[in-house]
């Protein structure tokens, strides 16, 4: 088969298409033949260098996929060769196959085609697992969501909405703004221009967001804390603005705050697994009755995986970039 390689560490140019082995299904794996992938900023980290793959898993960037299963391992039961899927990777999307656990594979919902399938599971198990299993959003409650017109950010908003939350985002210009605005977001903040913790006050009456989900970490950290309501809940997924910073303690105690920080990677197997059926159970029927829809900004060949890691770094998309095989 094909796939997407790193030889070395660099820009998005050190993505080489090239020809690899065969990946074969092990205990509990199905084998996947993949239609399409999608770009997450975790990509990008490992082909620089900076995020390598959990040991024993795919050396290939990929975090998700879509695709039909070719082949089951031992031990599977539940699905069946040619069954339309997408699954949740710990690495190998960017390959013509994965072998991927059979607790993280999903069905392909109703309503959504294959391809597009590819750019639902990592953004539906980290919205699901860190605003609803672990912070815990409540209907009638505030959504702050970094990074609004991203991946994540347009389905933190839809699912948000879905619940009965209230949204407010950030991200940068009037257009990105209104394409969140489309999707439901009630409150809109341009961080190129305005102070966030002042808005989203201004916003709630001076109470604050009940949850924020970060993707910036550490140069927010401070600046969050001030925006978070009593009892507020911080969850922190990314570090785009660094990994080192200083808390004032006592602010967070003063707001009886809980800040949180999680990954999907890594996560054992069953840790995986059990997001995984939570989000079969709970935002797939969202999606079978159009509630929420994944937001794909454009498609490209699997060969021009280069160019995707390009948009995806100039953030100049909305939604997520599909790879397509």
């Known amino acids: ?32 033949e993949v239609a399409a992938s999608a770009v997450n900023r975790a990509d990008l980290l ?23 299963i070719s082949a089951l391992g031992p031990g599977v039961h539940g699905w069946a060769v040619g069954d339309e899927v997408c699954a949740l990777l710990a690495g190998g999307g960017y390959a013509e196959k994965v072998a991927v656990p059979a607790g993280q594979v999903l069905p392909v919902p109703s309503g959504v085609d294959l391809v597009t399938a590819a750019a639902l599971p990592e953004v539906t198990c980290t919205v699901w697992s860190n605003v609803f299993m672990i912070a815990h959003l409540r209907p009638g409650e505030t959504l702050l969501v970094h990074g609004g017109a991203s991946g994540i950010g347009t389905m ?8 009965g939350a209230r949204v407010a985002v950030t991200a940068g210009g009037p257009e990105k703004l209104a394409r969140c605005a489309e999707l439901g977001a009630d409150i809109l903040i341009d961080y190129r221009e305005q102070d966030f913790v002042q808005e989203i006050r201004k916003a709630t009456d001076g109470t604050g967001a009940d949850v924020i989900l970060d993707i910036i970490g550490a140069k927010y950290l401070q600046r969050n804390v001030k925006a978070l309501a009593v009892s507020g809940r911080l969850a922190i997924i990314g570090l785009q603005g660094g990994v080192k910073a200083e808390l004032n303690l006592a602010a967070l105690m003063a707001k009886r705050a ?31 009755n159009g509630q929420v829809r994944p937001i794909v900004d454009r498609h490209l060949p699997m060969a021009d995986a280069a160019e995707a890691h390009r948009v995806v770094d100039a953030s100049a998309h909305v939604g997520k970039v599909v790879l397509t095989v």
């Open 1 to 32: 088969m094909r796939a997407i390689t790193i030889p070395e560490p660099g820009g998005p140019e050190a993505l080489v298409w090239a020809d690899v082995p065969d990946p074969q299904p092990a205990e509990g794996e199905v084998l996947i």
């Open 46 to 68: 490992q082909r620089q260098g900076f995020y390598d793959p959990p040991p024993g898993s795919s050396p290939y960037p990929g975090l998700e996929c879509s695709g039909r």
């Open 156 to 163: 933190a908003i839809q699912l948000a909405k879905a619940v």
């Open 258 to 288: 809980a800040i949180t920080g999680a990954g999907l990677r890594a996560r054992p197997l069953n840790e995986k697994a059990a997001i995984v059926a939570a989000v079969r159970e709970h935002v797939w029927p969202l999606i079978a």
